[in-house]
């Protein structure tokens, strides 16, 4: 350790902040290239010359170049990897003509050849050995010709649809080389860029009709403005534009090159089509008076939105300059496009605009890819390694824009104020509560990740939850707690000392605290760079004799950010006090004021997880409870209501006939600790209720190996026969379920573990005899298991599978008595695999099934043995499955069945068995034929019980997968000879041999809901 000088010591104190950014270096590249199109074969012919300068300390051996049209080239690419890992298979199923590659490249250093390679595990990047080492302070140009085969635009973002050309990543690119050394990378949808800053002098030739936008200004463009404006004026004297005319005009023999350049940027895309409507405007920036020149070049697809976009445009430009600090250059440019990188994507000087659907949607996207012009254009941080800094940054600011642009915009837009806005209880929603249940999503399950991830670690549901959204309320609230004008100070700071550079995390967290004034390290360090949760409550309110109130607040969250109460009196806010964090509970003083109630974070800025204990007021016995609102289907999640949603239910079988009655549950979305459903139902027919509840409160476990743990139980009760009496069942079943973390957010593998303990109380009779004739006394029968099941998954968008083995204990009891009728005990194993093909829901699937008693007489096992044909209703011995006759024993509703067991399609009471089973399923849609038809068989034995002649059985035929996995309908065309013996002693008929399976237990809507992601 070495004492330093008490000078030397305040030098570096004070100037510690300008010391990093003496450290600071940023390469500079320097970019003159030519470029053809060929639009017959979709092809770019170039040439680069690029003036690469090392303003490192340090020498140069090599250059990492990036060649990302790779990306498209086959398999192995990371683009590829990721796609597929996000269920996107196009590029992975693609053909040979609809990729696209990078060739001819030849590259030189200063004239000379040079040795170069593509490295072997990415393709879309290359290495350069220099001949001689580029010396610190030093430079020199890289040259190559290069070819590209422009890939189908329904990829990612370079590529064509037809003659529509967007041409972005597209030419040899030095990777960056900074204070952390190269940052080489292969190109990736889910995770965007980092680039060098310099110039950029291209020539782009093109058939002579198409409308080229390009990052760069026009030289020497005179004639090609000229024929722009022109198309300007037939672009403003069209009245509506037909979107059905999608018409591609014949290319132009001659070709016309057009000179664009630009500097101070880090990329450059350009984009042609030759259908293009122009249109163009002025905008003055706010503070520095700059004129920018904005363009919009669109098609007919949505023509009749577009034709006010330059609005959107300069409001844009206006607001982020207004905030951040003014657009520097001449032109901004935003155009119509196909792509499939989302809903737009961003460029310098120019972005690309998918599908938008309404003119509030197209100004959200327009303003959103026009600010990247900030937040990647002229602060380049590295996109990869930060994504927030630039998507999140600019989420905030366009959270911001909508705000201001469109203060009473709600959450469902203009439906808000209509009847299902009423009807649903969403009029209170205001549009920014978009971003923050996005991230709520997430985080109520903990499955969100940290704000400060590398981007191709989120998984797809988090990148936007949590890096668009999560980091738009994070910053909102910081500027809640800041202030507006501080916040701007903060922004204009920040852009001022980092634009055209690298700026990285800690540089802005500098700026921040240095500017505000503030430690903001629960913001810097807990918000952004982790997963801690905020949540503040108010626990009671003191009323004082001088006339203030003391408010007890207590920090049930992990981070120590900043407090905001407001006191509301006849619906006005009357004060409002935002108060430095802190941990535990502290009682906090509201100066002198009529107040009815206090609230915490009453315009609902903080991304508090639970803000159902934001609010007290300060007369009444019930100080914290809020008013029960009773809604019909159901709402978002409303903190000032305690909400029952209800719903009207009807139901059917074969016994209780119809019935009717109410469905009542708590909690859609998102998803809370405690959750119901209740669903009373009257039968008519039966003159009894029947019906069904479910209740389970959930913890989601912060660094254990759960994820989720969930204790509850469902009930039920139904009728089962109209034999004798009406007879019910009533099912209690308690469980525990337990889902394990998994080993990385991105991780295709998950486990579960649920235990069971049902109980199964159900009508029955006794016959006695009286005198001649038999009478019926009503009696009960009792059966009681333990069912455990540990279930394995595999996601994966071509083969899914997964893997379950189940133990089940247990038997009949006496109702009485409780005493032990029968008992077995029994294991199984179910293994499924998929693999999917063609374009929608085609697969084949193989499911593979065994199992066997333990310890269990062939008596006892009797009601529960392992049956090859699947289950008939009264096969199903734990009530699981939702059956519409459970105990027929013909006609249509008998041939219901459950792939259980053998699932075998044909029914037979051959192949049941008190021993053991084992199965194998396979089912295949037919081709890539529209009709959803499939094959299907099966093949499997049994313990000796349960054979008749032969060893093996099997079946097979045809099948109509109406929804599939759900409702699908059986017609057997291949049977086994025991089968087929069964089938003519009892005189059976073809129609009786079709059967069918009906999970309605599959098609819960809570589930479906709540299994919801992006
Ligand atoms: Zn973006």
Redesign the pocket.
Known sequence: MKLLNPLVFIFITCFSFFGKSQNYFQQEVNYTMQVRLDDVKHELFGDTYIEYKNNSPHDLTFIYMHIWPNAYKDNSTALAKQLYENGETKLFKAKDEDRGYMDMLDFKVNTKAVKWEILKDTIDVCKIILNEPLKSGQKITISTPFHVKIPSGEFSRLGHIGQSYQITQWYPKPAVYDKNGWNQMPYLNQG?FYSEFGSFDVQIIVPKNYVVGATGDLVDGEAELDWLNERVKATEAIERFDSNDLSFPKSDSATKTLHFKQSNVHDFAWFCDKRYHVLKGEVVTPHTKNVVTTWVMFTNAEGNIWKNSIKYMNDAIYYYSLWNGDYPYKHCTAVDGTISA?G???YPNITVIGSSGNAFQLDVVIT??V??NW??GMLGSNEREHPWM??GL??FNELRYIRTKYPDRKLIGDMADGAVGKMFDLKRYKQHAQYYYTYLLSAAKNEDQAIETPAQNYTELNYGGIV?SKTAVAFDYLMATLGESVMNQCLQEYFKLWHFKHPQPNDMKDVFEKISGKDLSWFFNDMINTTKKLDYKITSIHFNRDNTYNIDVKNSGDIKAPVIIQGIHNGKIVGEVIYDGFTGKQSLSFPTSTVDYFKLDYFEVTPEVNRNNNRIKTKGIFKKVEPLKIQFLGSLDNPDKTQLFWSPVAAWNSYNKWMFGLAFYNNLLPQKRFEFELMPLYSHSTNDFAGYAHAMYNIFPNKTFFQKIAIGGTYSRYSFTNRIYDRNFNKYAPELFVEFKKSAPRAKFKSSLRYRNITIIADDYASVLSGLDIDYVETKRKSNFNDLTYQLTKSDAIQPYSIALNLQHGGQKNYYTSATVDEMTKISVTAKYSYKYGKKNKSFDARLFAGTFVGTTKANAGAYRFRLSGFRGYHDYMYDNVFLGRTETDGVLVNQFTESDGAFKFYSPVGQSAEWLVALNLKSSLGNMKLPLCLYADIGTTGSDGILNDGVLYNAGVCVSIVKNIFEVYFPVLISKDFENYKKSNGIKYPETIRFTLNLNMINPFDLIRKFEL
Request: charged share 30%; proline share 0%.
């Open positions: 965007e989302g737009g994507m961003e959103h890819e600010g990247h937040f990647y630039d998507e600019n989420s668009y």
